[in-house]
């Protein structure tokens, strides 16, 4: 065992002494060290369940034959962070979430680990730790929050996101934002539409990281505790099979992740943290591998943001299995293994089915004849950037530039009423490296909705959108500004042009010439760790990650960094 390493030897006697402290004796030290591994914290429903969650999954794994360790990492919670400078932590936090856990299961030399996760990036952090340990591990989603009830309608934190551009429009007061507010959030678990979070735990299920189901199921269900206690019990399995994350995660299985997005209309954050964990992996996966998936894949789960149905709805529909299903059933997945032992489409065949629900169509009967993004390309991001195609499926906009250099700036322009019909909203200097931290647009989306501008303009920016986004929107423009990406060269009044069925998205200014002109602008950050993210970064189109240009390690059963031979002939 990698364990061994701390606890067997008459020189690993000081380490013995310190696991005694902590209430383990003899018989426990001698069994497999299995991290559990959460992201829990008060400051926000999304991982508020995952400590209760943790006991469940270490009487699993002590039931199965071994001993858990605990792990606490961080949270940066992007409902609360939205529209703030607080907002360029998050995606950086999945790189330190990822770090911080590499760090805590190779210096203690565990055998195994079961993620606990609960929001946007910390559900791609377990899966990228998973892939770079590549110990046997199992993930867990803590589960999607139930929606709020307002004026006899469901709602989510995308209303109140929309309200505050109502709010700002003069089209609801005071008391109703607030009601609104106070409506929304009944209690523990992540953001409910088809967001960034639930989007992601169906990835982490389709990669096969993640038992079939388990995921799917409420924060505050009854039968949460059972799957938690399941995957303690699992990873057990995996440890004595050495079931290992790489082995599951490849081209045929992102593929299918992928299409597993465009036929839910998911984030597109997916394709930044898709691209994330391949590189964890070693697998072979790029930006352009994106545009078939969801090309050949019609949307067919009625999902918020741009559909009706939260995932509490989803859940009662048959889940992630159910999708699956259908796109088994029309040809559209590949099997592949599964952290079960079982393959996808065994855990699929295996899933409940609905008899009555309208929330997830066949694929005869689609709701949109293709999935909810497409990846463009032309001068004005020859790297490549993401269209959303979440709202009510237009493909083409032509417009004139309105161009500003922050987040602020531009919400400010939209709540003044100073954005019309026709424009192009350009917001630069918001990428990985320009930002820092490629923060999400959501209050400037949201507030376009509120104020009745959805369909009537478009917005590109070398930032991203929340999966709460809807409408005519292009994120991750590559290069980005800060890194002299066109967008950088773009000014008010230019003509820009965005064709989803040329994939193209273009300006007939004279951007060579403005370039001789161009200067990078001084970076917003100098010290501390968005700044040390600005100088590691690599680009969005590659998963905005600090190890650009890394190889993978290879797969091994010691950890990184650490060479040490134990003493033979002493144990524990």
């Not at 007061?173 to 992540?190: H, N, S």
């Not at 019309?420 to 990428?431: P, Q, W």
Request: with cysteine; charged share 20%; net charge negative.
């Amino acid at each position: 065992m990698r364990s061994d390493l701390i606890k067997t030897g008459a020189d690993r006697a000081p380490a013995r002494a310190m696991l005694r402290a902590t209430g383990l004796d003899d018989g426990a030290i001698a069994k497999p060290l299995v991290a559990v591994v959460h992201t829990w914290s008060n400051v926000s429903p999304c991982n508020l369940n995952l400590r209760e969650l943790a006991e469940h999954v270490a009487e699993g794994i002590r039931a199965a034959g071994g001993t858990p360790v605990e792990f606490n990492t961080i949270a940066v919670t992007d409902g609360i962070a939205m529209g703030t400078p607080g907002m360029r932590a998050s995606l950086i936090s999945r790189e330190v979430i990822t770090d911080s856990i590499e760090l805590a299961v190779d210096g203690h030399c565990l055998d195994a680990m079961v993620v606990l996760c609960g929001c946007d990036k910390t559900i791609p952090a377990a899966a990228m730790a998973m892939a770079r340990l590549d110990i046997p591990a199992v993930a867990l989603y803590g589960g999607t929050i139930a929606h709020g009830t307002h004026d006899n309608h469901p709602i989510t934190i995308q209303q109140v996101f929309e309200a505050v551009g109502a709010h700002g429009a003069g089209k609801i007061d005071d008391a109703e934002l607030t009601a609104v507010e106070r409506d929304a959030c009944p209690g523990a678990g992540a953001c409910g539409g088809q967001f960034t979070a639930n989007t992601m735990a169906m990835v982490l299920t389709t990669l096969g990281l993640s038992p079939m189901g388990f995921n799917d199921i409420p924060a505050t269900h009854p039968a949460k505790a059972a799957a938690a206690r399941r995957c303690g019990e699992l990873v057990m399995d995996c440890l004595r099979e050495q079931r290992k994350p790489r082995a599951l995660i490849n081209r045929t299985s992102l593929r299918n992740a992928a299409r597993m997005v465009a036929a839910t209309a998911g984030s597109t954050n997916a394709v930044l943290h898709l691209l994330a964990i391949a590189r964890e992996a070693g697998a072979p996966w790029t930006l352009e591998d994106f545009e078939p998936a969801s090309k050949h894949t019609p949307v067919i789960a009625d999902l918020l943001p741009g559909g009706r149905y939260t995932a509490v709805e989803m859940f009662g529909a048959g889940g992630s299995a159910r999708v699956a299903q259908e796109l088994i059933a029309a040809g559209m997945l590949e099997d592949v293994p599964t952290v079960t032992g079982r393959s996808l489409f065994a855990e699929a065949a295996a899933a409940p089915r609905a008899e009555s629900q309208d929330v997830i169509l066949p694929v005869s009967q689609p709701l949109k004849p293709r999935g909810g993004y497409s990846i463009l390309y032309g001068n004005l991001a020859p790297e490549g950037c993401i269209l959303k195609l979440a709202g009510k499926g237009a493909t083409h906009f032509e417009g004139t530039a309105r161009v500003f250099e922050s987040e602020e700036e531009a919400f400010a322009a939209v709540q003044q009423g100073r954005i019309a019909k026709g424009d192009v909203i350009v917001i630069r200097n918001e990428g990985p490296a320009g930002g820092p931290g490629m923060r999400e647009m959501l209050g400037v989306t949201a507030a376009l909705i509120g104020r009745g501008l959805g369909d009537d303009v478009a917005l590109i920016t070398d930032g991203r959108f929340s999966g709460a986004t809807h409408g005519f929107m292009v994120g991750h423009m590559a290069p980005e500004a800060v890194r002299g990406g066109p967008i950088a060269l773009l000014r008010d009044g230019d003509r820009i042009r965005i064709d989803a069925g040329l994939r193209e998205i273009e300006t007939d200014a004279d951007l060579a010439e403005r370039r001789k002109h161009w200067t990078p602008p001084a970076p917003k950050v100098t010290h501390g760790a968005l700044a040390k993210y600005a100088r590691l970064v690599g680009s969005a189109s590659d998963g905005a990650t600090t190890n650009a240009g890394l190889a993978p390690a290879a797969s091994d059963t010691t950890p990184r960094h650490v060479h040490v031979t134990a003493t033979e002939g002493v144990t524990a």
